[in-house]
């Protein structure tokens, strides 16, 4: 069983989670230097993925699906954890020199939405055309 949903569907779906994506963690995080390296996470997959998908043989609309299921995954992870994430990373920005520890409830979180996000891919997988 497919979607049967075209490239183009796809490409709707990839720019508004890079729309999403982009407007969240400029929300998230706390810094211009914090918020301008999480910017170039869309930028990053567009090198790395595409040109990996393609090598591998992946359709165009498989492979914006896998890049819109890692951008969400990454808003899935740090939105619900915003306040201590970014209390984390400005106290680290301050202080470089010391090691800011993680909270255990954020590792948890992480892990957790992590592990449940890539079931959630795996589960979809099957039904995007290959």
């Known amino acids: 069983m497919s979607l049967h949903s075209t490239t183009g569907d796809w490409t709707l779906i990839a720019t508004g989670t890079t729309i999403v994506y982009l407007v969240a963690m400029r ?15 869309p930028l990053a997959g567009c090198v790395f993925l595409v040109p990996t998908a393609a090598a591998k043989g992946y359709s165009v609309p498989f492979t914006l699906y896998l890049y819109s299921c890692v951008l969400l995954t990454i808003v899935i992870i740090l939105v619900p954890v915003k306040k201590r994430v970014s209390a984390d990373i400005l106290k680290q920005e301050q202080n470089p020199w010391i090691k800011v520890p993680a909270s255990s409830a954020v590792l948890w979180w992480i892990g957790l939405s992590f592990a449940g996000c890539t079931a959630a891919m795996l589960y979809f997988r099957p039904f995007i055309e290959q």
């Open 27 to 41: 929300w998230c995080m706390p810094t211009p230097k914090a918020k301008r390296q999480m910017s170039f996470a």
